[in-house]
């Protein structure tokens, strides 16, 4: 049984991961939109579903987790007409900068990345399920709603009363005669120049929330564990889910409801619609390094708002510089002594210590604090050399394993890392050789790619001096 426990959206607890089955631990994320490149508010919301994750994947759990691409909806279909293309070519071209920005972030790839117009079928036979049950109805021009005076629920995850739900609200689609302005819609009657299926429902496309519901059911069954999402979600989309899943299945759609606080930028919301939206790729071509930003992304509670900006993107490859001169210093490290016998103690308590505070509903900071304890504490030992060759390797080998759920350390085979390797490499052999014009000439050259070289009776040493910090 897992320690973890975390705080659920819906009753305002903490409460222990007890997980359905005891063969996966199943997690759905509201996923992109691809109608134009991600921002970096919504990828905070996707690290920390990654760190989530990465961080029960590391308890041992077996985690499936899905995460919806959202190919169609009204973003999508002006997005196509503005650029003359169709809504497949938009969605599959913003897919894939998401993916690259993903991958640059180390995001783990979720398991499954549905795509709504590939479940269509599914959002069908769900709407059908509700018409049959009287939670929804049709309408004139054959749009579908769900009807929220038969679900009395409706509100609870958003502790709004029902009766005043919607009130004032800027209702999406006024063109549509409803039965009750607070109504949502499931099915959308097809539109001039608007994409439609054919279906046993009649033609028209979903509505966004039905997307959800029936992407997380199809790969998750219609209960599962944990569902995640930016706090705009919880009003109306996941209200909205939780009302037509249940409504439809009769069962507790989501057992423990997660959701990321907002990121700020100069003291606002991150949003497309203020305008002070930062892009990976934008901040990457800066030269901040993707490392930096996503330590910067997720060194912070993911419940507790994170203001983005120079100051965290600094402090972010600050930290980082620490942790990889350490790193460094392990790698090289040699001394021929007897084993400290109280390395492995400070090690397991370290990996304690940090694992306790994931636990605690992914307590970042003193996950972080324990892991830095810790640093200070190798630091101060390599510095005095009290410690063997083989503890040195325990030490970076504990490190590589903490870093399994932060993912933010060097990997081998990283092309920076590989070509300042390089580097460093034949710095070595021109000393070894003498050739002390071409290690001074290494030596700067590193300088100016921000890594100090000293050299130390074990050899070369280097350290980062500071990673671009983006502007
Ligand atoms: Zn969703």
């Keep these: 049984m897992s320690e973890v426990r975390l705080h659920d959206t819906l009753t305002g607890e903490f409460r222990p991961l007890i997980p359905l089955r005891d063969d996966v631990v199943g997690i759905y994320s509201c996923g992109p939109t691809v109608y134009g490149p991600t921002h970096i508010g919504n990828f905070r919301s996707f690290l920390f579903a990654d760190l989530l994750v990465r961080h029960l994947r590391w308890r041992g759990l077996p985690v499936r987790w899905v995460m919806n691409i959202t190919d169609i909806d009204d973003k999508i279909i002006r997005g196509a007409a503005a650029a003359g293309i169709g809504i497949d070519e938009l969605a599959d071209r913003y897919l894939e900068v998401f993916l690259a920005d993903a991958d640059s972030l180390r995001m783990t790839r979720p398991d499954v990345l549905p795509r709504a117009t590939e479940h269509i079928g599914e959002m069908v036979a769900l709407i059908a399920t509700l018409l ?13 709603f769900f009807r929220i005076a038969s679900w009395p629920d409706y509100g609870r995850l958003a502790r709004l009363d029902p009766e005043q739900l919607r009130v004032g609200e800027r209702v999406e689609s006024d063109e549509y005669a409803k039965d009750d302005v607070r109504d949502f819609a499931l099915w959308k009657a097809p539109k001039p120049g ?31 564990d944990i569902h995640t999402g930016g706090i705009d979600l919880i009003f109306p989309h996941h209200e909205d889910e939780i009302a037509q899943s249940e409504a439809a299945t009769g069962q507790t ?4 409801w997660l959701h990321c606080a907002h990121l700020q930028s100069s003291g606002t919301k991150m ?50 510089d620490r942790l990889d001169a350490l790193v460094a210093a392990l790698a090289n490290y040699v001394e021929a002594r007897a084993d400290d016998p109280t390395v492995s103690g400070l090690l397991s308590d370290a990996r304690a210590a940090f694992g306790a505070a994931l636990d605690d509903d992914l307590n970042i900071s003193e996950a972080l604090a324990a892991l830095f304890d810790l640093v200070r504490e190798l630091n101060r030992r390599i510095e005095a050399r009290s410690i063997s060759t083989d503890d040195g390797a325990r030490a970076l080998a504990l490190l590589r394993d903490l870093d399994q759920v ?66």
């Design 132 to 144: 049959e049950r009287g939670h929804a109805y049709r309408t004139d021009d054959g749009s579908i």
């Design 194 to 224: 608007e994409p439609s299926w054919e279906t046993a429902i009649g033609p028209g496309r979903p509505g966004w929330h039905i997307e959800c519901s029936a992407m997380s059911m199809a790969h998750l069954g219609p209960s599962f």
């Design 253 to 256: 759609f989501v057992q423990t």
């Design 271 to 320: 949003a497309k619609s203020t305008g002070n939206i930062a892009r990976p790729g934008e901040l990457f071509d800066a030269g901040v390094s993707p490392r930096a930003l996503r330590y910067a992304l997720l060194a912070v509670h993911y419940r507790a708002s994170l203001n983005h900006s120079d100051a965290s993107l600094a402090a972010a490859a600050a930290a980082l």
């Design 406 to 471: 932060l993912g933010v350390l060097p990997e081998v085979g990283d092309d920076l890392a590989a070509e300042l390797q390089a580097m460093l490499d034949e710095r070595t052999a021109a000393r070894a050789a003498r050739d002390w014009a071409a290690s001074d000439r290494l030596r700067d050259a590193l300088l100016e790619r921000g890594i100090a070289v000293e050299d130390t009776r074990d050899g070369q040493r280097w350290r980062r001096l500071v990673e671009a910090g983006g502007g």
